[in-house]
């Protein structure tokens, strides 16, 4: 198999062939088995050629034109370049392009508008919050006082009628809404004017969304939100990174010290190079075709799946992303997973509303910027029915794995 596009690693071979070993093995990983990952995504080559290059070695702090540090000229170019094009992408008034994560957004966005102790509703954990929206283990959970709000246990819906009640009682300080696993678009509108109830900020973690946004395949936070966080990684197939987008200048100043110097250090320079690539690719009209394919994908292989047996929270998806309960097929979520990755299909577990146990969470952003279509959906449906049932022999399911990635290499030579 030629991996030379994505990976060029005749220098990393001859001088430290232990790891070029590794990286190649991952490589090879990634581009034999099924990414289903909802989180997931192939970067392009020239987002990675970005992120390989020299900007790694420059020292940034600060913001283009206020810097710490000398020698940021050309850098100050390439970060401006990738606020830019990132406002225009979103229809932003302000976006900071520093955050080194989803949850450095997310952090620097409550540094920037609370203060420890402060109330702060957010989806519970246990309906599809992330680790930032309140969890005990994270720094959410320890400096703010977290009300969770659920999801319907038989619609599998965001209770609109709870997250009102919430807020009139808690009178919350934000308000978050956002998701790890929701296959639903949000109602922004309703969440604004549960803000606007209340004299609450808005916080839209649109994590996972924002690729289909930058693609017109979801609605965009940003007329709503005083403050979306995002990450650059997920449907949007950029550099591992966050990013945080405000609709009016208002907060730009408080969001820009949050990030620095209030939670991060200096800017990593070559990732903010690779978002700008990203950005740039996400403007195109190729990527709005991307982002409704992952969608189509996401609605076919969801309904076949249903037809398969499993239980499909919210009767469907809105995004790229699915949950599943694969108990009617036998096996719960946590060993429906280990007996998929042993066939080579790779996906998540994930809460379920309607009980305690574990259901599976897949997502088609990987899979379609490979190219696959209709026809390996419904492969990849039968697939993972005919592992969970039995029907199918694991060593067999690889060996068809195998044969259907063969066909879309992620980066053909
Ligand atoms: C992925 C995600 C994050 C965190 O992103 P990291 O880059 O992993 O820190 C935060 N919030 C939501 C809703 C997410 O889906």
Redesign the pocket.
């Known amino acids: 198999m030629s991996v030379t596009s994505a990976l060029p690693t005749d220098v990393l071979r001859q001088q430290d062939p232990e790891l070029a070993e590794i990286l190649l093995g991952e490589l090879r990983r990634q581009s034999t088995s099924l990414q289903l990952i909802a ?1 997931e995504n192939f970067t392009s080559p020239a987002v990675l050629a970005a992120l390989g290059s020299p900007l790694a070695n420059k020292y940034a702090e600060g913001y283009p034109g206020a810097r710490h540090h000398g020698g940021c000229e050309l850098v100050d170019v390439a970060e401006r370049l990738a606020v830019e094009r990132a406002k225009a992408l979103f229809g932003a008034a302000h976006a900071n392009v520093q955050a080194h ?4 957004a ?1 952090l620097a966005a409550y540094a920037a508008l609370l203060r420890p102790g402060d109330t702060v509703l957010a989806l519970g954990l246990h309906s599809g919050g ?1 680790l ?1 929206h309140g969890s005990p283990a994270n720094f959410s959970g320890r400096w703010f006082d977290f009300v969770g709000y659920g999801v319907d246990a038989e619609t599998g819906l965001i209770d609109h009628d709870q997250v009102r009640h919430l807020a009139r009682n808690h009178r919350p300080k934000a308000i978050v809404c ?3 696993a929701y296959p639903r678009h949000i109602d922004y509108a309703f969440f604004r004017e549960v803000a606007d109830e209340v004299g609450a900020y808005l916080i839209a ?1 649109a ?2 969304p924002i690729g289909l946004v930058a693609g017109g395949a979801a609605p965009n936070p940003v007329p709503y939100a005083d403050v979306v ?1 995002a ?1 650059t ?2 449907v949007l197939r950029g550099p ?1 990174g ?1 990013m945080i987008l405000c609709g009016t200048p208002e907060l730009a100043e408080r969001i820009d010290r949050a990030v620095f110097p209030f939670t991060q250090g200096g800017a990593q320079m070559h990732t903010i190079a690779a978002k700008a690539v990203a950005f740039g690719e996400a403007a195109g009209p190729a990527f709005a075709a991307y982002v409704h394919r992952v969608v189509a994908n996401a609605r076919t292989l969801a309904a076949l799946l249903e037809a398969e047996g499993f239980t499909v929270t919210t009767g469907g998806t809105d995004t790229h992303l699915i949950t599943v309960d694969p108990a009617p097929l036998g096996v719960d979520g946590r060993s429906a997973r280990g007996r998929l990755a042993a066939a080579g299909i790779v996906l998540d577990c994930c809460v379920l509303p309607h009980d305690d146990g574990r259901g599976l969470r897949l997502g088609t952003a990987a899979v379609t910027t490979q190219g696959m279509g209709e026809p390996e959906m419904a492969r990849i449906a039968a697939l993972m029915a005919g592992v969970l049932r039995g029907t199918v022999e694991p060593a067999r399911a690889r060996e068809e794995v195998r044969e259907l990635t063969g066909d879309f290499p992620p980066y053909p030579a």
Do not use: L
């Open positions: 989180a994560s989803g949850s450095s997310v992330h930032t956002g998701s790890i973690d994590a996972h966080c990450t990684h997920k591992r966050g």
